[in-house]
C-alpha cells in the first residue's frame, strides 16, 4: 500500500532543502498558457489560411512574431489530463501510471515548479481545469482515495490553487481582471510562475461562428467535404477567435504592469483538436500542436525553429532559464539553447501513447490503447487494439460526426474516406512519410522499400515501451516474430 502524502513530507522536505540550495540566477516571471485541444496548424502565424482570411488569430500571431515559433512541437499523449501531468513532471504518462485519463501521479512524483518554489519564486495554477489531480468531480470513495494517497495535495504544491475556472461565455470578457487578481497575490520582489489555461477551443462549440462563411473554409484531404463537417470547423475556428481574444486580455494586462520584458511566456496546445483525426489518435493532428515562446531580449523576435521537442520538455526548459536543474527522474531535454539562437538539434523521435478516455469500450473514442514514435520523416503508430471501431473522442454524437456516419451507411463516402474513418479491424501497426503524404492518407507499413526504416523505428518503440516499463505486449511479439 503505498504511503500518504504526510508520510512522504519528510523526504520531500529534505529534496527541497536540497534544491533551495541551488545558486541564484537571472530569473524571469514565467507564464505557461494551454489552449484546450488545438492542433498545429490552427493559427494564422502556422500557415493557416482560413485563420488569416477571417482574422482569427492576431493576438498569437503578434505573439509569434515577437517570439519563437515551433514548427515540431507535440505532445506525449493526445488527451488532456497525461499530456497535461507530462508537462508538470517531464515524464512519459507510461513511465508515471496516468495513462488512464485523469489519473494523478503519485505524490512522490516532484513538478517542476516544485524547484522553482523552492528557489523563491511564487507558484500559482488557475484558469482550465489543468487534471493533475483527477476529475473536477467524481464518486466520493475515489476522491476520498486520491486524498488519502496524497494525490489530491496541488493546495499544498502551488502559492494559489484554483481547482478550475471557467473562460467560455462571458467569463472570456473577464479573463484580463481575473488574471489581474492573480498576479496582485504575488509578493513583492518574488518572481513568478503562473499556469494559465483556456477552455477553447475544447467542444463543446456555440452554435455562433460570426462572419466565419463554412462554404469558403479550406478543408484538410482527410475530411469528407459534408455540410455538417464545413459548420463544425466553423464552429471550431469561432472558438479558436475566442482563445485569441482572452489571450490579447492577458497579454495587455503584462503590459499595463510593465512586466512583459520580464517574463517568459510559453504558449502551447495541450493535445490535438477535437476533429476528425484529431484528439485522442496518434496521427498528426492527435499530438502536432502549437508552441511559441516569447522573452524579450532573449529571443530573436520573428524567429522559427524545427527543432522536434515534446511537451514533457517544457519543464526542463524553464527550469534553466531560471538557472535551475530538473528534479529526479525527469525526462525532458531543455530548449533553452534554440530559445538563445544557440545550436540545438532537438530531439530524434518523440513519443506518444493513448490510453482510456471517457466513452463506450467498444469504440476508440472510450477504451484505445496504441503507442507512436515520430522521427524527423516519419511515424510509426502500433494499434494494440485494432479491432476497435474509430469515433472521434467528444463527437460520437454531433452533426459532423452523424453526417459522416450517414454518407457511409448511404455508400456516399469516397474510398479513401471509407478506409481512413470505417476499416476495421485497423492495421495493427501503420507508417507513414511525414514528408510526402503530411495527413497519413497512404499507410506504408510491410512496404519492401521501407523495411529498414520500420524496423528501425519499431525497434526504438520498443525500447522505450521497455524503460517505460509499458504494460503493453510489444509490437515484435503481437506480430509474431518473437525469436
Known sequence: MRRPFRALLPALALWLAWAAAAPAADRPNILLILSDDHSVPHLGAYGCRDCKRFDITPNLDRLAAEGMRFDRAYTAAPQCAPSRISIFTGRSPVGIGVTRFAQPARPDVPFFTDVLRANGYWAGLDGRHQHLDGRISDAEHIQEALRQAGMRS????FDHFVRSASTKGANLAKVGEKFSAILDEVPAGKPFFLYFGFNQPHR???????????????LPPDWPDLPEVRVDYARFLDEVRDLDAGFGLIDQELERRGIKD????IFMGDNGESLLRGKGSLWDRGTHVPLL???????????VTDAMVS??????TML??????????????????????EPFPGREYVFAERGWHAG???RTDGLDLSRSITSRRYRFIYNALPERTYTPVDMPDKEAWLAVQAAHRDGKLSSLHERLFFQNPRPLVELYDLQEDPYELRNLAG?????????????????????????????????????
Open 154 to 157: 496541488l493546495d499544498q504544491r
Open 204 to 218: 463543446a462549440f456555440g452554435d455562433d461562428h460570426e462572419n466565419i462563411d463554412p462554404a469558403a473554409l479550406e
Open 262 to 265: 520580464d517574463t517568459l511566456l
Open 293 to 303: 515562446v516569447r522573452w524579450p531580449g532573449k529571443i530573436r523576435a520573428g524567429s
Open 311 to 316: 511537451g514533457i520538455d517544457l519543464g526542463a
Open 320 to 341: 534553466a532559464a531560471a538557472g535551475l536543474e530538473p528534479p529526479n527522474g525527469a525526462e525532458g531535454l531543455s530548449f533553452l539553447p534554440a530559445l538563445l539562437g
Open 360 to 362: 463506450p469500450i467498444t
Open 447 to 483: 512496404d519492401d522499400s521501407l523495411k529498414l526504416i520500420e524496423h528501425q523505428l519499431q525497434v526504438e518503440l520498443e525500447r522505450w515501451m521497455i524503460l517505460e516499463n509499458d504494460y503493453l505486449p510489444l509490437p515484435t511479439h503481437v506480430r509474431g516474430r518473437a525469436k
